[in-house]
């Protein structure tokens, strides 16, 4: 008997979290640092070798400063009253932040590519606005492609993000591994000359990233799209784009451990305590729920026209079904003949009540409780363990466990 056929691979089912990419939009696989990245194989198209990546970056920061404090004595306890494998921001910003940068692009890159093909797939963008969605992709990617504004946030970072080095760290820590004779140590030199612009540069390039984001939301919400008042999702069949949220989960998370970790340095080496810095922690977390939040608002117009149009629409057919099945079924104006019990008009008339009610409650707007929750996770975490600043390990559990229970 012959062996049946075998399946091509493009007919094989995919897991979808490893299906090829559906759609070409992507904020992150474009621009001259991207072109860098793969002309040096630290990346490919789709953003793989992320590894190698972090890898690779992580060591060009951190480990000359590794060498350099070991050399001039700076390096270890004892040496100066902040050495080098004691700072605390320095540490957190090499080895824990950077790579979050970085992990950041692979993450963005892989749920943006997956979910903005959801208005094409999902018909949200009618035949009359898809040369209106084409062009913010367009736009869009030009942006990012950009060699003007990378040059011109590079030239940002060098020529005033580098000269704040000296001044960036407490005065009062006391004697660092960054300082030598009145001026900057070797190890100081490289952090101001190399390390930290590098870190720098990627934040403000998240920045502006971020700006591109909400600006092609901004033109995609000017189209008029054709969103469902009844869609199961409960936001006319805009829901997904919440779920984008997890996709810049990396990058809060690494502005938030970047406070947490400058926190640390002052309660450790200048006395500080973590209340007084309650009002920090409190600007970053209000300006995470603007900049990631701010952008989701601009379709409450026109999900809200969407839900007064569904009322009014599903309100008249009600009406007019209502009317009908009152004249049928309680004035007797049926067939003799036809039973009431097994009736298809008492299940339309609850299907017609219950899409009636998904219109009703259809939500205008597409932050959620849940999607609150999330960004409050992703910049809270990071700030968890210096709780232990203010008490021992056993009563902060103990005292959660009597918030929890």
């Known amino acids: 008997m012959r062996a049946p056929p075998a399946v091509p691979p493009s007919a094989q089912p995919v897991d979808p979290e490893f299906a090829p990419l559906p759609a070409p939009f992507s904020l992150v696989a474009g621009g001259p640092l991207f072109q860098l990245l793969r002309r040096s194989h630290l990346s490919d198209n789709s ?5 190698r990546r972090v890898i690779c970056i992580t060591l060009i920061a951190w480990l000359p400063l590794l060498v350099l404090a070991v050399a001039e004595g ?13 700072d605390i921001e320095a540490q957190v910003r090499f080895l824990v932040v950077l790579p979050l940068l970085i992990a950041a692009e692979w993450l963005a890159h892989r749920r943006m590519s ?13 035949p009359a606005g898809m040369q209106q969605f084409q062009h913010a992709i367009a736009s869009a990617m030009r942006w990012r492609n950009s060699v003007a504004v990378e040059l011109a946030l590079l030239a940002v970072v060098v020529l005033a993000g580098a000269s704040l080095v000296p001044h960036h760290f407490a005065a009062d820590e006391g004697t660092t591994w960054r300082q030598a004779d009145g001026g900057l140590s070797a190890a100081g030199l490289w952090l101001r000359a190399v390390a930290m612009p590098l870190v720098q540069f990627l934040i403000l390039r998240w920045y502006f990233r971020l700006a591109v984001w909400t600006r092609f939301l901004w033109q995609v919400s000017r189209i008029d799209l054709d969103l469902l008042p009844t869609h199961p999702d409960g936001a006319g069949g805009l829901g997904f784009l919440a779920a984008l949220l997890d996709g810049f989960a990396a990058v809060i998370v690494a502005h938030a451990t970047l406070l947490s970790a400058r926190i640390a340095q002052q309660i450790f080496y200048a006395e500080a305590t973590l209340p007084e810095f309650v009002p920090e922690i409190g600007l970053l977390t209000a300006l995470v729920m603007l900049v990631f939040l701010g952008p989701l608002m601009l379709f409450v117009p026109q999900l809200a026209r969407t839900q007064r149009v569904g009322l009014a629409q599903y309100g008249s057919l009600a009406s007019r079904y209502v009317r009908e099945f009152d004249l049928k079924w309680v004035h007797g104006r049926t067939d003799p003949g036809e039973p009431l019990v097994g009736s298809a008009d008492i299940q339309s008339l609850a299907d017609l009540a219950g899409s009636y009610d998904i219109v009703r409650g259809m939500r205008v707007a597409l932050v959620s409780t849940t999607s609150v929750l999330r960004l409050l996770l992703y910049t809270l975490v990071p700030f968890l363990p210096l709780l232990l600043t203010m008490m021992p390990l056993d009563e902060l559990l103990k005292s959660l466990v009597k918030l929890l229970l």
């Open 47 to 51: 953003l793989h070798l992320l590894q």
């Open 74 to 86: 700076r390096a270890l306890p004892g040496s100066v009253d902040v050495p080098f494998l004691l």
């Open 114 to 126: 997956l979910w903005i093909a959801q208005f094409t797939e999902r018909g949200l963008v009618p």
